[in-house]
């Protein structure tokens, strides 16, 4: 059995769903004891990561944070459906883009997270994210060929959530970004299959409701 601490609207907690999903693994899924932070769950997963698997199929209990690590993990000890391509080349591609996703875009994102709660947003700070998300856009259009997107990914995994996120702050945080014609297509790709599909239709309702119940706070 695989457990999983998660919580609802963490962006990489849904990075590893869909690939859980995508390889038809069942998985029990527990809030962090305490909360994202606390005290409670940095006794359990030291980094106090989100999200965090623990693999009690292994003698004593595996414990691994991080989503990179943990689909890594997967990828290994689960290697069917496998998401990562057979061939070298496109396997250190596959893994380019989901570094350039954890390390360039979402940061990107996240550095609104602060301005959903601010009673005025810094109409500064969210027109520079603005333009550095369309910058960073701009170079995942460079880094994509018409093939990426037609079969799931560790590569693709993060990007269908930020994608997500942007939609619902965009109007919220009055911003625009622009999106390559190359990005759009893969977007399109990407959100077809299954296991994407299925985790944005579960997952696009919470992330609303949990910013509707924001604004209401």
């Known amino acids: 059995m695989l457990t999983i601490y998660a919580i609802d609207v963490s962006l990489y907690c849904a990075k590893l769903r869909i690939a859980l ?11 962090p004891p305490g909360g994202y932070g606390s005290g409670a769950y940095k006794q359990i997963v030291p980094s106090g ?11 004593g209990g595996l414990l691994i944070g991080d989503s990179e690590a943990i689909v ?12 990562l391509p057979s061939a070298a080349p496109a396997r250190a591609r596959s893994r380019e883009r989901s570094r350039f996703h954890d390390t360039r875009l979402e940061p990107e994102l996240r550095q609104l997270f602060p301005e ?23 170079q995942l259009a460079r880094l994509l060929d018409a093939r990426d997107g037609a079969e799931l990914t560790l590569g693709d995994c993060g990007f269908p959530v930020t994608f997500a996120w942007i939609d ?5 945080l009055d911003f625009t970004v622009h999106w390559p014609v190359e990005v759009i297509d ?6 077809r299959l299954e296991a994407v ?4 239709a579960s997952y696009r309702p919470r992330l609303t409701r949990w910013l509707d119940a924001d604004d209401e706070a």
């Open 72 to 83: 890594e993990y997967l990828e290994e000890t689960r290697p069917s459906p496998s998401l």
């Open 197 to 200: 599909a299925a985790e944005l």
């Open 21 to 31: 999903r995508h390889k038809r693994l069942q998985w029990r899924e527990v809030a």
């Open 186 to 191: 893969y977007r399109n790709r990407v959100e």
């Open 168 to 172: 619902a702050l965009a109007p919220r």
């Open 49 to 59: 990561n989100l999200p965090a698997l623990v693999d009690e199929a292994v003698d």
């Open 116 to 138: 959903i709660r601010a009673e005025a947003s810094d109409r500064d700070l969210v027109g520079r994210q603005a333009g550095a998300m369309s910058d960073r856009l701009a």
